[in-house]
């Protein structure tokens, strides 16, 4: 495949070396266009394509669900994870004294949204990660509870990159009675998932990662078999069955659907759609022997350097990110790069690396180069 082609449709490669998918992805060119002609539209037109407007809107709803397997009717458009996550949260019937599992340390977006329950009664288990950022069953048994009635994970690690065994995890939950819900905006658009496999029962990820779309706009998805149990937290005229109906008919969808209160953020949902074609053109399985492969080489230079890479190797806990312990300070590292243009995430004291299928060999080596400098400087001072 010719990723050449590919990264010319990322400015952002004209003038920086990119490897920071895994915080806010620099927008690709189609994206840019999408939601700049959908403006453009609105600016000439006002709302005359409304009707087009809703064909488009379904596309990328079906697009969303064949990225996931799942089905249209499953998916709802959020703004972002963390209104995924917490509309779960609230809108499930809890009962006082039952539990959420919840896989820490993770990003606060995964956690807070179950922490918010205990007004409500809710106990919070806290399931530690290993070394590594790894979770099991196992370490989920640990943590479990009479009452527990859901585990949330998320997908990878953002810190280590460890990505979670989802087959297993659902497997284990399906034993145990228990719903999972996954946070997957660190590996939907990277590594390949299909949720009716995984047993995956909600799952929520904004798109401004490795799906490449604008900050935003991102998605929710909810089992048809057990939307019964989340209810809406918020409910506005577009939760309702035959929506376009202006009469007074309150009537929830049965579906995802329900989760949309009012108008929707179109910009954002056809820039998601515009990056959701791109990510379709390569393949999502094609993407991930990509991006590993780069972080082949970025691990390969680390040694090297006798640097530790801290992101498990093992073939089935890798994902796009790579991390690694630093000469000295990771945030004077960080810094350091950033100043040659070189553009990375400290987290945890370590430098985290995400690249994504149009980053190349000359990323790989500017990268290096930056990192030898740092070296030089390093031991120049000493």
């Given at each position: ?36 002609g ?16 809703l ?9 969303a ?7 249209a ?28 599992l ?10 807070y ?15 530690e ?6 979770i ?10 009479p ?5 949330a994970v998320?997908?990878?690690d ?39 496999r ?25 089992d048809?078999?057990?939307?019964d149990l ?34 929707l ?28 492969s ?17 992101s498990?190797?093992?073939e089935?806990?890798?994902?796009g ?17 950033a ?30 180069n ?9 031991g120049?001072?000493?």
């Open positions: 495949m010719d990723f050449a082609a590919f990264r010319e449709q990322f400015p952002v490669s004209r003038e920086f070396t990119f490897l920071n998918h895994a915080a806010t992805a620099a927008t690709p060119q189609p994206v840019v266009e999408a939601v700049a959908f403006l453009a539209e609105c600016a000439a037109r006002g709302s005359l394509d409304y009707g087009r407007w064909a488009r809107l379904a596309k990328v709803r079906r697009q669900a064949e990225l996931i397997g799942a089905s009717e499953e998916i709802a458009f959020v703004p972002n994870t963390s209104a995924g996550l917490a509309t779960v949260a609230e809108g499930l019937r809890w009962r006082p004294g039952e539990a959420v919840v896989a820490v340390p993770d990003f606060p977006a995964n956690v949204p179950w922490q918010h329950l205990v007004r409500k009664g809710v106990t919070v288990r806290f399931v990660r290993r070394p590594g950022g790894r099991s069953p196992a370490d989920v048994a640990k943590a479990l509870v009452g527990a009635r859901l585990l998320s997908s990878v953002y810190v280590t990159g460890f990505a979670a065994d989802l087959p297993a995890l659902g497997e284990y939950c399906r034993e145990q009675g228990l719903l999972l819900c996954v946070d997957a905006i660190q590996s939907l658009g990277v590594l390949p998932l299909n949720v009716k995984c047993g995956i029962h909600l799952l929520a990820a904004g798109g401004h990662k490795w799906l490449l779309g604008p900050m935003g706009s991102g998605l929710l998805y909810v048809y078999n057990i939307a989340v209810e809406p937290p918020l409910v506005g005229w577009k939760s309702m069955v035959d929506e376009e109906n202006f009469d007074l008919h309150y009537e929830l969808k049965r579906d995802a659907g329900k989760f949309e209160p009012g108008t953020n179109l910009p954002g949902i056809f820039g998601l759609g515009a990056a959701l074609d791109l990510l379709q053109s390569v393949g999502v399985d094609n993407i991930r022997q990509r991006v590993l780069l972080n082949d080489r970025f691990a390969e230079g680390l040694r090297e350097r006798s640097m530790e890479v801290v498990p190797r093992g089935t806990e890798r994902s990110i790579l991390s690694f312990r630093p000469p000295g300070d990771a945030l004077g590292c960080y810094r350091f790069l100043e040659r243009r070189i553009v990375v995430s400290p987290r945890g004291g370590m430098i985290r690396l995400s690249p994504h299928f149009w980053n190349d060999e000359c990323d790989v080596n500017a990268f290096f930056g990192l030898d400098a740092l070296g030089a400087t390093a120049k001072a000493d």
